[in-house]
Nanobody, 123 residues
Framework: VQLQASGGGLVQAGGSLRLSCTVG????????VAWFRRAPGKEREFVAA????????DYADSVKDRFTISRDNGKLSVDLQMNSLKPEDTAIYFC?????????????????WGQGTLVTVSS
């Protein structure tokens, strides 16, 4: 499966951005897709995940109530709507997928990864 992330950019604190991860190469109905991020000087961390077929979602505590993950069957994409952005959200954001119907916060559980997209939040 191929993953293509897009939508990053520069935004002021309090603003919004929408990231998109296009999933290609196979039918995604049996996949779980997640977003991770890696801030400068920090380890990669889990952001959010969604089970493609069941709509079940999971979020990191740091982004709950600000970020929303969703999937678009028509575009075969998983989007991450990010609102009320903070400077600490600055990071490279990656989408990842695994062929199993459960969410996981561990990056090692995900087999397929897209290239990152940079999000910069200025104060």
């Amino acid at each position: 499966v191929q993953l293509q992330a897009s939508g990053g950019g520069l935004v002021q604190a309090g603003g919004s951005l929408r990231l998109s991860c296009t999933v290609g190469g196979r039918t995604a109905v049996r996949d779980t897709v997640a977003w991770f991020r890696r801030a400068p000087g920090k380890e990669r961390e889990f952001v959010a995940a969604i089970i493609w077929s069941g709509h079940s979602t999971d979020y990191a505590d740091s982004v709950k109530d600000r970020f929303t993950i969703s999937r678009d069957n028509g575009k075969l994409s998983v989007d991450l709507q990010m609102n009320s952005l903070k400077p600490e959200d600055t990071a490279i954001y990656f989408c990842a997928a695994k062929r199993a119907l459960y969410t996981s916060t561990r990056s090692s559980d995900y087999v397929n990864w897209g290239q990152g997209t940079l999000v910069t939040v200025s104060s």
